[in-house]
């Protein structure tokens, strides 16, 4: 158990529709990434949150957003769904980039 | 750009054998960490091993051990003894400092099977 939870567990939506995906950490990881998992390869960054601002970014257009609440909780916002985003969704907190705990991830279905 | 390369993309190995599972990685910071996470049906990525760049030792984890080239940018993971539930899929992934705080880029992945 890594401390970290994700919510919801799947979720399918549909194209054009928006989605709102969480993440909830430990007391004390400051740090907050998401990765986009699609089938069959591995995890590729999309963002990463420190302190409650955006701390770095990967390749993922502007419809991907995130926020990072005081709480340790985060969340992942994608606007205009498209078919290619169906992927699991995974968050992974810590202290630094030594110390990151993913979540068991959200599968999001775009029909 | 940054990249991670697995060239195999399924292993197998005996219960109780020992496997090695390879990794290369390009990167032009001088300052990272190197992991392996494992990844089985429940999708939970668990990290099984880091390894800081700066140090020559290679890193040790129970019956996990790597192998670190850093000239070479090379990061492979030996399985002693192996069980059947290290049975996953298997990423490599260096992390980087700097202002970022670092974020994970993850090799393809291997796919390790263990036979009884």
């Known amino acids: 158990e890594t401390g970290v939870t994700q919510s919801p567990t799947h979720l399918i939506k549909t194209r054009g529709q928006q989605v709102t995906l969480r993440c909830s950490s430990q007391s004390g990881h400051n740090t907050v990434s998401w990765y986009q998992q699609a089938l069959g390869q591995g995890p590729q960054f999309i963002f990463q949150y420190y302190r409650e601002e955006e701390n770095g970014r990967g390749n993922f257009p502007p419809r991907f957003s995130g926020l990072q609440f005081p709480n340790y909780s985060s969340e992942l916002n994608v606007n205009a769904l498209e078919l290619d985003d169906s992927a699991l969704y995974l968050c992974?907190?810590?202290?630094?980039?030594?110390?990151?705990?993913f979540g068991p991830g959200t599968r999001l279905t775009v029909t | 750009a940054q990249t991670v390369t697995q060239s195999q993309p399924e292993m197998s190995v005996q219960e109780a054998e020992t496997v090695t599972l390879s990794c290369t990685y390009d990167t032009s910071e001088s300052d990272y960490y190197l992991f392996w996470y494992k990844q089985p049906p429940s999708r939970q990525m668990i990290l099984v091993i880091r390894?800081?760049?700066?140090?020559?030792q290679n890193a040790t984890e129970n019956r996990f051990s790597v192998n670190f080239q850093k000239a070479a940018k090379s990061f492979s993971l030996k399985i002693s003894d192996s069980q059947l539930g290290d049975a996953a899929m298997y990423f490599c992934a260096p992390g980087h400092y700097g202002g970022s705080q670092g974020n994970l880029i993850f090799g393809k992945g291997t796919k390790l099977s263990v036979k009884p």
């Open positions: 390894q800081e760049a700066y140090k020559q």
């Open positions: 992974a907190t810590g202290a630094g980039v030594y110390e990151q705990y």
